[in-house]
């Protein structure tokens, strides 16, 4: 795979590849500019950025979690095509505490839009399971990857060939946990960890944890999971350390972790002969504009994507805007492996020759309770591995 930004040339006569870089995120400062020009000139960018993503000769449909970025795309949409019926696309877990539907149909019924919904059920999740990871290429490392791809799916039997999302605005604007501890770094103070409460659980205990991680160099010890004959202990195992300023760890993670989200967007949606549109995640004028933004106009007085939010207030109902809370893209997985034990200890002890079977066997109830994205990514690689052996085959 190549990095973010770059291409590769192949030269034919001498067979020499040679990488270059073709873009990298500004280093600027847009202190002389006021907070009131700041937002908005992101709303302009927005507007700009969605309205060139509508551009299609077939009908233009959109992700729809609840969460603040789709709800603000949705709503610029209808801001630039006011007669459009649009087609709204939501996965929904009526009986989970992490479900946003009751935030997607507010959304949805403000725009006076289509509203379609999936409710994907863990024995789907084992059913396509196999078909997921062909798709993806790669072993997924979250089943919210599942969440997708029937969101996809869905656009699809609706007869919807383009969609736009809302990927990319949580690098651009500050909207992770760790966000708020690059922040602290930068300019800590008792009122800023006391002002993130409303979003942030614990944000004492989340900072001084991460602290003492950084300071004495903590790492998980994997160890036990791994043959001992295969397991080899890397004295260069780094421990999660984000940077000391808010913007640098936004760069970090728009050159590192949104590649990852892209990667699942562009195969879930592809698999189904999709072509999904990400307006804040690769419109360069508005890339530009944002990281040439402060950090600490980005998370102000503990709400994050202070300044998206202000931007964007007048296309999204005063509910999605006040919101507080940070829900991922989830599904819930401790529920769904729990009945499916045998089945994942099978192709897990079957595929992975280098696992300690049999302290996942007798281990596996409590990982599941306190490891469950750990146990998913185990089984994952290993439906990924028998896959690709029979495709070889």
């Known amino acids: 795979e190549l990095k973010p930004a770059h291409y590769i040339v192949y030269d034919l006569s001498s067979h020499h590849l040679d990488i270059k870089q073709y873009y990298t995120l500004p280093n600027i400062s847009l202190k002389q500019k006021s907070e009131s020009e700041i937002i908005d000139l992101i709303e302009q960018k927005l507007i700009t950025a969605v309205k060139l993503r509508l551009r299609s000769d077939v ?18 949409i209808k801001h ?3 007669n459009q019926h649009l087609k709204l696309f939501t996965a ?8 946003e539907s009751a935030y997607a149909k507010l959304v949805a019924d403000s725009l006076n839009g289509n509203w379609k919904t999936v409710t994907p059920t863990a024995d789907e999740f084992f059913r396509d399971i196999e078909k997921l990871n062909y798709y993806q290429d790669l072993p997924i490392w979250s089943t919210s990857t599942y969440s997708q ?4 799916q869905l656009a699809s039997e609706n007869n919807i060939k383009v969609v736009l999302d809302g990927q990319g605005a949580d690098e651009l604007f500050g909207g992770y946990a760790h966000h708020y501890i690059s922040l602290w770094k930068e300019d800590f103070s008792f009122k800023k960890l006391n002002d993130a409460k409303p979003t942030i ?3 004492y205990q989340l900072f001084l944890k991460q602290l003492l991680k950084e300071t004495f160099d903590l790492k998980t010890d994997y160890s036990s ?5 295969t ?7 780094q421990s999660d350390k984000f940077s000391n300023t808010l913007n640098q760890q936004l760069k970090i993670d728009y050159n590192g972790r949104l590649k990852s989200f892209l990667k699942c967007e562009d195969r879930c949606s592809m698999a189904f002969g999709i072509e999904s549109r990400v ?4 419109d360069v004028d508005l890339v530009d504009f944002i990281f040439s933004v402060e950090g600490n106009k980005k998370i102000k007085n503990g709400i994050s994507k202070y300044v998206l939010r202000e931007a964007t207030k007048n296309y999204i109902p005063s509910q999605i805007y006040t919101r507080k809370d940070k829900v991922g893209f989830e599904t819930p997985v401790s529920k769904w492996f729990a009945p499916y034990k045998t089945n994942v200890l099978d192709t897990i002890t079957q595929q992975l020759d280098f696992i300690n079977h049999s302290y996942l066997i007798t281990n596996y109830d409590a990982i599941l309770r306190d490891k469950p994205t750990f146990l998913l990514r185990l089984y994952s690689l290993a439906v990924w591995k028998k896959v690709f052996l029979y495709q070889a085959m």
């Not at 999971?225 to 004959?229: I, T, W």
């Open 80 to 82: 630039l095509e006011p």
């Open 231 to 237: 397991f080899i202990k890397s004295s260069n195992q």
């Open 279 to 282: 307006p804040f995640a690769d």
């Open 92 to 99: 929904t877990f009526p009986t989970e505490a992490f479900d």
């Open 149 to 152: 791809h029937r969101v996809m």
């Open 59 to 76: 009908e233009v449909g959109s992700c729809l979690s609840g969460g603040l970025d789709s709800s603000i795309i949705a709503g610029i």
């Open 201 to 203: 659980k614990n944000p």
């Open 225 to 229: 999971y791994f043959s001992e004959k």
